[in-house]
């Protein structure tokens, strides 16, 4: 089941309209989100592929983006570790990614997250383990 959530246009973090994020779909039911990206130019390497560091930016988004659809918008994760792998250079060109909530309890989640190209190939990988927090007040984060 795919749904719009209203989360997606009411929460979205600097960074987020930083990467090119644009939200496509939640399905509650495997607690997968899938967001598209288009990064900047200047997120290019000297190689003229997305840079390492903001690969993990990416898949840092998406899996946190799958916790808080999968709360209601209520929780974003807190990042124990984050664990990538590369498979392949990242174009800059839009790509798809999905995360998704492999397991959540109060005091931890068990995030996973891939990045995919336009053909489908995978790119990146990312695992996540993280605390459930709540989401910071509107008030909070003008502070």
Same mark, same amino acid.
């Given at each position: 089941?795919?749904?719009? @959530? +209203? ?6 973090? +600097?960074?987020?309209? $930083? ?5 496509? !779909?939640?399905?509650?039911?495997? @607690? ?9 130019? !200047? ?65 931890? @989640?068990? $995030? ?13 990988? @990312? ?8 989401? +910071? ?7």
């Amino acid at each position: 089941m795919t749904e719009e @959530a +209203p989360i997606f246009t009411k929460q979205r973090s +600097p960074s987020a309209k $930083l990467m090119g994020s644009e939200f496509v !779909s939640f399905d509650a039911e495997t @607690a997968t989100v899938t967001v598209s990206y288009t990064p900047p130019p !200047s997120f290019a390497s000297p190689r003229g592929a997305v840079q390492g560091g903001l690969i993990g930016g990416f898949l840092d988004e998406v899996m946190g983006t799958a916790l808080l659809a999968v709360t209601g918008g209520e929780l974003l994760p807190l990042n124990l570790d984050l664990s990538m792998t590369f498979c392949r250079m990242v174009p800059l060109e839009t790509i798809t990614a999905k995360g998704r909530v492999i397991r959540s309890g109060r005091r931890v @989640a068990f $995030l996973e997250g891939e990045l995919f190209d336009k053909d489908g190939n995978l790119l990146a990988r @990312a695992t996540s383990t993280a605390i459930p927090t709540p989401v +910071p007040s509107a008030g909070a984060e003008k502070q």
